[in-house]
């Protein structure tokens, strides 16, 4: 196994130190460090100018394995993340079949392992089929080789409060979190896009706001009144943020996180009818994309998660009602938060580093990823160099599918390297 | 100037009396302008000949528009009034009236026009300035003025219904930015 | 005009008055013996129906075939939001034959904006409504039977709709016709009010320049034009409003409204009606009612789009022709 010697590195946006990545652990940080000398082939990486991170988490994302592999695999979504920076993801339940049974989510668990590129932690449904009917087997779930910690219908809103409170409750007994795809069902029968001035002349069905924020209220309420941990995902709106910050300020425990595109794009883009821009929850306005940033900021909103969303070809290139429901997203979100976060002021590398790394894997209750960079943490880094540009081109993702918004896009940054566990998946930009 | 305001009235009278030598009198008789300037060219020969006759003769106009082989390669133009008089066409000898006749183009446009309004019992057209350069087997019955051109030449026909002065004049070559 | 119609929105009022004028030129050709013009020969245009509405596509059938265009009728009905790729690989199938204008009607609003923007036609589209977005050929047809009524030689100001009082009655957020009618009357100049009960408005209505009101009654007195939209019976299963009956009561036009119009006003339904419900057939049969000429009108005005979208090269030169006198060809 190599040894990696970054010369120079920025960690965190601090000052310029090498940082010695050996036996799967941060072995070394200090100046003008020297190979080890039990190791012949110490890889030497210049890191001038490049921002050392820990390893992203992402607590969001569609890997579409098993029953969608046309959209994408574990192992095409794993080197998606890798690519992004990304060291350990969650994948969500809804696949064919859905990942409702300890089966499903050890499998899933296994093809992570097999492929490499990332640690995948599946998400186990609330419940059966997502249907939200009858509670999954949470409890076999969690004892599983999978070890599911996270719970999520998402697609679907749990939406039942009485299921949703038994769920709260349930979970309690193997520290485990429901993640809420908010989404008061009747309130968006037909939803295609933010409900408002352009819904209205678009004739796009409107997806209100209040569908989301009634959701996120009573789940808070039911969440205090149990004594559980709720995670909000995707939360797009202004009045959400407000929701989530008083839950907090009671004490309430209760965690949230915000999705990259809606952090940067909003709802005017459905002017154009292209799908592409199409995603549940949908773009909002310009309002709401800065009242998610500034939650971001001031930490109500705990972490970014992707959604990162695959479709094929077909289920895009198509009238805007018929076509699928979000977008990719591994592989921009660090630019993004960058972009959106990092470049205004909002947030500093030390706060990148809890919003897309420590926080979600607190959330996720993952041990081995989101640890600060120091020495004897296990060696999940990603060298990232923010005074890069690039355009993002749909057709040189690592994901099968290729919907992505961003592209022709000019974005901050560039993910130059990504260890994982000491091994590059990512060097130089290009998947190992 | 080619033609003043009493130089066309001479014509436009000279052709009105051309008219009614050939058609034997007034009767039957239906003058057909093609917007804009042939329109109110027929009316003024249709006052001379009724002043001559004491006879209305019917007059309308005839847009040729929709008729025209260059619609393709041309923006869409704005249409020009179709006035057909109440007594119809079937039968009638009409005088198409127009100001220049040029390439013969827009007459062919206008006897196809004239084939889908009605059946007449003869066609015969009548035009202020013939400026040569034909493009097609047409020539005119009636024509106030030869007027020999090069194709570069613009045949500028005023009226005071349409543009408060009577006049014909040549003008050189157009400004190629006219679109 | 621009290369597509595909919302009212696109036309400025100098494009809208030419579609009217124009309309006025070729309307004379329904009294005329031969009704057809040769100005769209050799040029074919295709009706894409993915959703029934016989009676627009026949207007449009007839206009093309009056200005001898050749017409191909595609109906794939069923087939539009079960499987997406359908709208695509149908437009690729036309684009392969070879068609100069698609006139598309399809469930989904935006279908026609991606049918000209997808870069898979490079024909010329014409919205025939979609969805729940837009309908510009019906608002045309109905600015132009406006005008013709009131616009044309009683204008208070210049030669169009400018401060008429136009009221459009009922289904606002579910109608295309609404939509298309509220931008094209405002380019052209005149007030629209829009009347509904609160349920059937689109939130956002506040930014559409229009007025609106949940009161019939008040706005009836001062409307130079009463347009009723379609109310479907089904709305009230979604609560839209409480029952059929309440509806008709509070916003149906029935004879005793009729009576507090101004003598002057003309009373519009872009069809299908439904009598007893948005308007009792006393009124529609009157002889306020324009409702059939609208019929008429919409075959004149289809023409006129027709023939100022397809005739003519887009932008083109021309052709290094001879300069010529201005009415010679």
């Known amino acids: ?432 | ?179 | 005009m621009k290369r597509h119609l595909l919302s009212a929105a696109d036309l400025t009022r100098d494009d809208a008055m030419l579609v009217l004028k124009t309309a006025e030129e070729l309307r004379s050709l329904a009294d005329r013996p031969i009704k057809k013009l040769p100005a769209l020969r050799g040029r074919t245009v295709v009706n894409l129906f993915f959703e029934d509405s016989t009676r627009t596509r026949i207007s449009f059938e007839a206009a093309a075939k009056r200005l001898s265009a050749d017409v191909i009728n595609f109906s794939a009905k069923g087939s539009s939001l079960s499987k997406g790729e359908s709208l695509k690989d149908t437009a690729l199938t036309l684009e392969a034959m070879g068609a100069d204008a698609v006139v598309v009607r399809h469930g989904a609003s935006g279908a026609p904006h991606r049918l000209a923007h997808s870069g898979w036609v490079r024909s010329s589209v014409v919205n025939a409504g979609d969805g729940t977005h837009e309908h510009p050929t019906q608002a045309l047809l109905d600015a132009f039977t406006m005008w013709r009524h009131l616009g044309k030689d009683g204008a208070r100001s210049g030669d169009n709709l400018e401060g008429r009082r136009v009221a459009i009655v009922g289904d606002v957020l579910h109608s295309r016709v609404a939509r298309s009618n509220a931008l094209l009357l405002q380019t052209l100049g005149a007030e629209v009010t829009l009347v509904a009960p609160p349920t059937l408005f689109p939130v956002g209505i506040d930014t559409w320049g229009v007025e609106t009101s949940y009161d019939l009654d008040a706005v009836l007195p001062k409307a130079d034009v009463v347009m009723m939209l379609r109310v479907q019976r089904e709305r009230m299963n979604a609560s839209f409003f409480p029952t059929a009956r309440e509806y008709s009561r509070r916003y149906g036009l029935d004879g005793k409204r009729m009576r507090a119009l101004q003598d002057h006003t003309i009373v519009m339904h872009p069809g299908p009606m439904v009598r007893g419900m948005e308007i009792t057939a006393d009124v529609a049969d009157s002889d306020r009612s324009v409702i059939v000429e609208q019929v008429t009108n919409g075959v004149a005005v289809r023409m006129a789009v027709l023939y100022l979208l397809l005739s003519g090269a887009n932008g083109s030169d021309h052709h290094g022709e001879a300069p010529e006198s201005e009415t010679d060809a």
């Not at chain 1, 994948?91 to 392992?113: C, H, I, K, S």
């Not at chain 1, 979190?177 to 939803?191: D, F, K, M, W």
């Open chain 1, 1 to 432: 196994m190599s040894a990696y010697l970054i010369r120079a590195v920025s960690i965190l946006g601090g000052d310029a130190t090498d940082l010695l990545l050996h036996g799967g652990v941060v072995a070394a940080i200090g100046a003008d460090l020297t190979a080890t000398g039990d190791t012949g082939d110490t890889v030497e990486i210049d890191g001038t100018g490049l921002v050392a991170l820990p390893g992203l988490v992402d607590l969001h994302t569609h890997l579409r394995e098993p029953g969608r592999e046309d959209a994408e695999t574990v192992e095409s979504g794993t080197q998606a993340a890798a690519l992004g920076g990304f060291t350990a993801v969650h994948a969500m339940a809804n696949t064919e079949p859905v990942a409702d049974t300890a089966g499903v989510v050890e499998q899933v668990w296994r093809l992570g392992r097999e492929a490499g590129y990332c640690d995948v932690y599946p998400i186990g449904a609330v419940t059966v089929g997502l249907q939200g009917q009858q509670l999954a087997e949470l409890g076999a779930m969690a004892d599983s080789a999978a070890r599911v910690r996270v719970f999520s219908d998402d697609g679907k809103c749990v939406s039942d409060a009485v299921l949703m409170r038994r769920a709260l409750e349930y979970v309690k007994a193997f520290d485990g979190v429901i993640a809420q795809h908010a989404q008061e069902p009747r309130l968006t029968e037909g939803a295609q896009m933010n409900e408002g001035e352009l819904s209205g002349r678009l004739g796009l069905t409107g997806w209100p706001a209040v569908a989301e924020e009634a959701i996120i209220a009573r789940d808070c309420l039911l969440t205090a009144h149990v004594g559980s941990r709720l995670h909000v995902c995707h939360v797009s709106t202004a009045g959400s943020v407000e929701i989530v910050r008083d839950a907090k300020r009671k004490g309430w425990n209760v965690t949230a996180e915000a999705c990259p595109h809606h952090l940067l794009l909003t709802d005017d883009l459905a002017q154009t009818y292209d799908p592409i821009y199409k995603v549940n929850p949908p773009l909002r306005t310009a309002a709401d994309g800065a009242a998610l940033r500034a939650g971001l900021a001031d930490g109500t909103i705990d972490i970014v998660a992707t959604d990162h969303a695959p479709h094929p070809h077909e289920d895009k290139d198509c009238e805007w009602a018929a076509a699928a429901f979000g977008m990719l997203g591994l592989e921009t979100a660090l630019s993004i938060v960058q972009e959106t976060m990092v470049d205004p002021g909002l947030l500093d590398w030390e706060g990148v580093a809890d919003r897309m790394s420590y926080a979600p894997a607190r959330i996720g209750r993952i041990a081995d990823h989101g640890r600060p960079i120091e020495v004897g943490a296990p060696a999940n880094v990603v060298l990232y160099d923010p005074a890069a540009r690039r355009t993002v081109v749909a057709s040189e993702s690592a994901s099968l599918s290729r919907n992505t918004p961003y592209a022709g896009m000019e974005l901050p940054g560039r993910v130059v390297a990504t260890f994982l566990r000491g091994t590059a998946t990512v060097l130089d930009g290009k998947l190992q």
């Open chain 2, 1 to 179: 100037m080619v033609l003043d305001a009493r130089d066309i009235s001479r014509a436009l009278t000279r052709i009105s009396h051309e008219i009614l030598e050939r058609n034997k009198g007034a009767d039957d008789l239906v003058l057909l302008g093609i917007p804009r300037r042939g329109v109110p060219l027929a009316q003024r020969i249709a006052a001379r000949i009724s002043a001559v006759e004491g006879i209305e003769v019917p007059v309308g106009s005839l847009d040729i528009t929709l008729y025209r082989d260059d619609l393709r390669m041309k923006p869409a133009r704005a249409l020009l009034p179709t006035e057909i008089p109440s007594g119809g066409i079937d039968g009638k000898v009409v005088v198409l009236v127009d100001d220049v006749l040029f390439s013969g183009r827009t007459i062919r446009s206008a006897l196809d026009a004239l084939g889908d309004v009605g059946r007449p019992q003869a066609v015969r057209l009548a035009v202020l300035v013939d400026r040569g350069h034909r493009e097609l087997p047409i020539r005119a019955d009636f024509v106030g003025k030869n007027l020999p051109t090069s194709l570069v030449e613009r045949v500028s026909v005023r009226l005071a219904e349409t543009d408060e002065i009577d006049a014909v004049s040549i003008d050189g070559p157009p400004e190629w930015s006219e679109a």
